[in-house]
């Protein structure tokens, strides 16, 4: 299932350097392998609140880098992930994991529930509420064709159209924003960037948005390239294994040889909330024939294209595995909520042979013969412990 997620960001050439090296290209597109500044100090922050409730649940004193990095991965499936991520967070809470966890990391239907909990500041707080309210604008309106249409002509949506309508890129994108809009009652006046303010002191986990290059996806291919993954976070958007990005504030915007040639706003998350589907984004129009050994990496099918194509990452693994692999998260536990039907160990044995391919820790994964039970654990030496919890398995198919 597409779910269009919607953006206008622009990757230039890129450059490598050492990965103790981090470096700007210009004043705006950042070559780095590091996290962002903004991620790393919200990730630090999140660890001391969990040090600190550590130490008091335990009576002993815990320091920071004792606590483990937890990333959640929310899968697709529409209405059904959405619904049932907002179960799993709850069940997160009840059992006093949550405040544990740095990243929740989505991808399609688990995008929509991360972008309305992420419109209360201290969500991971007031849960009960904020779950309330999204439930509410779910449960309290009949959906047909007719009500989409008659919301598609409010007057605040047709203006948002109208605008959209004159920018060089105008797509059925900026169309099915107003439609997700409508569906899950998410006004268009929030942008991916203000959202910092709501992890910048460890409030709440970090979130990480996947999206892939529609590009290079090849559907035939059993294992794809780690290039195609795309990333949208607070602080910044980017491919992390070009080692480029942009500031999120600066998602809209045009750039050439790594200078901002004109400034756009920031599409709100409305449109955003498409970029699991089929998202585009400008590239700079511009050839590299720099020699083998001047540094410079070329990725031409990125740097040769005026405009990037991003589409759902579901269709490559349909739970972000890739994005929380990086050793540059250093994570150490991570809990995957599959709600995908068919084959209920696919995204857990993709992610096995991803990492393989890519020379990345991962646990032995051998799921041959094996009903899925409701939690199940894979661990090893110097590899993050996984967690692969799928909605369809042993304890529940006789609907219990």
Request: overall charge negative; hydrophobic content about 35%.
């Amino acid at each position: 299932m597409l779910t269009p997620w919607g953006l206008n960001a622009l990757l230039v050439s890129v450059c490598s350097f050492p990965p103790t090296s981090p470096k700007m290209f210009s004043d705006r597109v950042i070559i780095s392998r590091e996290l962002s500044e903004g991620e790393s100090q919200a990730v630090k922050a999140r660890k001391i609140l969990a040090a600190t409730t550590m130490t008091q649940k335990l009576d002993i004193d815990i320091d920071k880098d004792q606590v483990p990095v937890v990333a959640v991965l929310g899968s697709g499936g529409g209405l059904r992930a959405m619904l049932s991520l907002l179960g799993s967070i709850k069940g997160l809470q009840e059992t006093g994991l949550l405040k544990y966890v740095t990243y929740i990391c989505g991808v399609s239907g688990s995008t929509w529930t991360m972008s309305l909990l992420y419109d209360n500041h201290e969500w991971s707080k007031n849960l009960e509420s904020v779950i309330e309210d999204i439930s509410s604008k779910i449960s309290d309106r009949e959906i047909s064709w007719a009500t989409l249409i008659d919301c598609i002509l409010e007057e605040k949506h047709l203006q948002r159209l109208v605008e959209a309508a004159k920018k060089e890129d105008y797509s059925l994108t900026d169309f099915w924003a107003v439609i997700v809009s409508c569906l899950i009652r998410m006004e268009g006046n929030h942008c991916l960037s203000q959202h910092q303010k709501y992890v910048n002191k460890g409030q709440n986990p970090y979130p990480v948005y996947a999206a892939i290059d529609e590009d290079i996806l090849h559907p035939e291919e059993k294992i794809k390239p780690s290039e195609i993954w795309f990333e949208f976070t607070p602080y910044e958007c980017g491919f992390p294994s070009y080692e480029a990005f942009i500031k999120t504030s600066d998602l809209g915007s045009e750039f050439e040889n790594g200078v901002m040639t004109k400034r756009h706003p920031e599409p709100d998350l409305c449109r955003l909330q498409e970029a699991v589907g089929f998202l585009q984004g400008s590239a700079m129009e511009r050839e590299m024939n720099a020699a083998p050994d001047d540094g410079i990496k070329t990725h031409h099918d990125v740097i040769k294209k005026r405009f990037v194509s991003l589409v759902d990452a579901a269709l490559a693994i349909n739970c972000a595995y890739p994005l929380m692999l990086q050793p540059k998260r250093k994570v150490d536990v991570i809990i995957s909520l599959d709600y995908s039907d068919g084959d209920i160990f696919k995204t857990l044995n993709q992610a096995r042979d991803y990492a393989e391919a890519n020379h990345l820790p991962f646990p032995m994964v051998d799921t041959k013969g094996q009903w899925p039970q409701d939690c199940n654990v894979y661990n090893g030496y110097s590899t993050p412990t996984v967690i692969h919890m799928p909605l369809f398995n042993e304890a529940n198919k006789h609907g219990k």
